[in-house]
């Protein structure tokens, strides 16, 4: 009942910057916890950055510093800056979140987006 559509992928140099952006939408919803999470070719799924609707964060070791995670809850969409970009950050990143619909039972819920791109390569 919640779709996510992600944007903001592409091709940046070493060192370079590119900012992800990942829209929630859907009828009747409050959304948790938002988080981005990325998936290199023949690798498992990795947790990069995760934030509470109170704005608490979580980051993976290998971004601390580099990526900031950010929302707005008026918009229901989550960014993700991603700076100082290295050849390992070369991923598909998706779009996560956990959300409850707002009419009885209350249901919980948790969507993906279907991923964009990010490739880091001089």
């Known amino acids: 009942q919640v779709q996510l559509v992600e944007s903001g992928g592409g091709l940046a140099q070493p060192g370079g910057s590119l900012r992800l952006s990942c829209a929630a939408s859907?009828?009747?919803?409050?959304?948790?916890?938002m988080g981005w999470y990325r998936q290199a070719p023949g690798k498992q799924r990795d947790l990069v950055a995760t934030i509470t609707r109170a704005g608490t964060t979580n980051y993976a070791d290998s971004v601390k510093g580099r990526f900031t995670i950010s929302r707005d809850n008026a918009k229901n969409t989550v960014y993700l800056q991603m700076n100082s970009l290295k050849p390992e950050d070369t991923a598909v990143y998706l779009c996560?979140?956990?959300?409850?619909?707002?009419?009885?039972?209350?249901?919980?819920?948790?969507?993906w987006g279907q991923g964009t791109q990010v490739t880091v390569s001089s």
């Open positions: 859907g009828s009747r919803f409050t959304i948790n916890a």
């Open positions: 996560n979140a956990l959300y409850r619909l707002n009419f009885p039972p209350m249901n919980l819920g948790e969507s």
